[in-house]
């Protein structure tokens, strides 16, 4: 006699009787087979769907449960869900999206909410809300973070849209979201485009955050010296403490990684051009048409193009001057990787300087990392009260804060400290002003000054680490040297300019004047 689970297994179209299934799931590639995997286990019917069948009976065979049902046509999907149907869409972003929808259409009702969880643009999400809501269709654009792993067990929910289509989504977004300490990670980003907003700024916080550690990792290893193991050791003991963060437990576990070919160090072996797929280019496209500096986000997105450039960077590098960062020796620091270079026991770094204490360079870096780390965040966070302002979204700093510890790629102990500088105050210009941030950031300058020196003396290129600083030391000008650019503009192009002592507009006739 054949069980209910091999009855799931051989499923055509569709399994479940009409109006069977309480939630929908369209696309079965990574993040969306585990999201409704994820969704099943928490105890909801879910029909699934992909474009090619293939891949949903495989689908179905890798997950026999009698609460999966999978359909060969959108009509019998949609027909194998309950009304008003929920439904959401696990595709690529852009045209994908399009045509899913025009697909469902013809089969939805009014009422019925569709729900984009993939990396879509914000205002592609915006016009296809305003577009369905002409049909008496709920959208809801959501962010989700976390990766495979996250969809499958956990992840971050960034959710925008009407308050009326969280309301009918949330109960189960709820349930399958991250938990951490305040709940679950997952609310009401805001309306319209807001959810996919504030993840594609978490996508550009993630490039920050990303490059941050690449740079203090290059100055660590080429300056410093330590090897692999010794670096692990490092990111390892940094995560015990203010810089716990889940990017900073892979960077340790993938620095221990030994390569099965050549048992070296994996990480050694990888091709050093870094790919991305564009969210961190929308948020420097963003923040330029808003007037928000984001240098560190620019910058991370900028290594990544250098990166890309490998053939110039072979040829630059047989053809241009510069101290050139090389392996030391050290008696003084047995997890060194040794090299050339070293003299009496201490480290000589390629600018000359003598580091005869690593463990200073190391508390340095862990000073730098965390305040370049706390002015990226500033950047976007920034951002996102910007395009509420601009957008009329309402959006609470605190609780994208707090959506962010748990499940996400940029999940960190750190975001608990910002929630609370915006429970402390809700309308904070900066991240940088809230007392505890501007107190721990000046309490790490000297050795966050002394390590992105020590950097650029050698020769390491720290673009993000460089653009975190002048953030800093940007915002803790009261004046810059703006008013000699406004000349220039008003000199070549009569474009104007203020001044300090008086309210109005004015122009020079500079050519006459000189
Ligand atoms: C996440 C990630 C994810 C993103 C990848 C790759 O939150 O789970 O941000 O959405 O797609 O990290 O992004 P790039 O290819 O742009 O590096």
Redesign the pocket.
Known sequence: METEEEEAKTVSEPVGAEGWAEFGVIGLGVMGANIALNIEEKGTKVAVFNRSYDRTIEFLKSAPSKRFAGAETLSAFVASLASPRAILMMVPAGSAVDETIEGLLPYLRTGDLLIDGG?EFFENTERRAVKLAQQGILYLGM?????ET?ARHG??LMPGGKAEAYARAEPVLRKIAAQVDDGPCVTHIGPGGAGHYV?MI??GI??GDMQLIAEIYDVLRRVGGLSNDRLAEVFAEWNEGELESYLIEITAKILRRRDDETQGALVDMILDQ???????SWTVRDAAQRMVPAPTIASAVDA?LMSAHRELRLLGASKLAGPIPSLVDSASNSGNAGGAGGAGGANRSPSGACIDDVDALIADARAALYAAKACSYAQGLMLIQAASRDLNWAIDIGEVARIWKGG???RAAFLGRIQAAYARKPTLESLLFDADFSQELAARQEGWRRFITLGIASGIPLSASCASLAYYDGVRSARLPANLTQAQRDYFGAHTYARCDRDGVFHTEWSEAS
């Open positions: 990396n962010g989700v973070s976390g990766g996250g992840p971050s993840k978490h996508n993630e490039y870094a790919k991305m797929k564009g969210t961190g990544r996400c790629i940029i």
